[in-house]
């Protein structure tokens, strides 16, 4: 019930494409999705996150679209370019507690991004 | 910009052998965290600590396992006794005040290396 379900496990758009990977959580009580992207090497890095409150959340070309009642969530790259190449990991997480709450990763996305 | 730094970035030890993983976590943050990748797989949690005590761990984190915050600005994560499996990328993570279970903030990781 804690997993979060990623796909596809690899992608390859061609520069200027739209990338779309897409997340899919059981646990209702989750309240904090974000998207890491991880270059090789390097640990995992915040890219954008939401709440469920809200359906859709842009920072330029990146944008989380979010689905509460399918249990879903995605994310989109406008205009992809070679330099957004990188391992995506959707998460989830339960926040608002005074403990050190986990962060659940999906199981990752390989994107390539074609000249 | 604020970092997590992660010593040392490779290690390599014979099966059996004792390792220490040391983390220098953002300095005002609050919550920890020990997170491990084997090559190319999902991001699975270790370990979360707040306060000087474990909030949360895995089922992976045994009794061979533990973390220590020895001081005011370190974090370490000690193998007592390694198997070949503990080989993988391990990171640390911190995030700030009011902020857990969200915001993580990833070291570059130490390539654990078990022969």
């Known amino acids: 019930q804690q997993q979060v379900k990623q796909s596809p496990q690899s992608l390859i758009v061609q520069k200027g494409g739209i990338s779309i990977i897409n997340c899919a959580y059981e646990?209702?009580?989750?309240?904090?999705f974000p998207w890491y992207q991880q270059f090789p090497g390097k640990g995992p890095a915040l890219l954008i996150a939401i709440r469920p409150d809200v359906s859709e959340k842009k920072e330029g070309r990146f944008t989380i679209s979010f689905n509460k009642s399918a249990k879903q969530f995605s994310l989109h790259i406008m205009d992809s370019q070679p330099g957004d190449s990188a391992t995506y990991f959707c998460?989830?997480?339960?926040?608002?507690?005074?403990?050190?709450?986990?962060?659940?990763f999906g199981s990752g996305t390989r994107l390539s991004i074609r000249p | 910009e604020p970092e997590v730094t992660q010593t040392p970035s490779h290690q390599v030890t014979q099966m059996g052998q004792e390792v220490i993983l040391r983390c220098v976590p953002i300095s005002n943050h609050l919550y920890f965290y020990w997170y491990r990748q084997i090559l190319g797989q999902k991001v699975e949690f270790l370990v979360s600590?707040?306060?000087?005590?474990?909030?949360?761990k895995s089922e992976i984190f045994d009794d061979q396992f533990s973390v220590e915050r020895p001081d005011g600005s370190n974090f370490t994560l000690k193998i007592r006794s390694t198997k070949l499996e503990d080989s993988a990328m391990y990171f640390c993570a911190s995030s700030e005040p009011g902020h857990s279970g969200e915001k993580l903030f990833f070291g570059s990781g130490t390539q654990l290396s078990v022969l």
């Open positions: 600590f707040y306060n000087n005590e474990i909030s949360e």
């Open positions: 998460a989830a997480s339960f926040t608002g507690y005074s403990s050190a709450s986990k962060i659940i």
């Open positions: 646990n209702t009580a989750f309240d904090y």
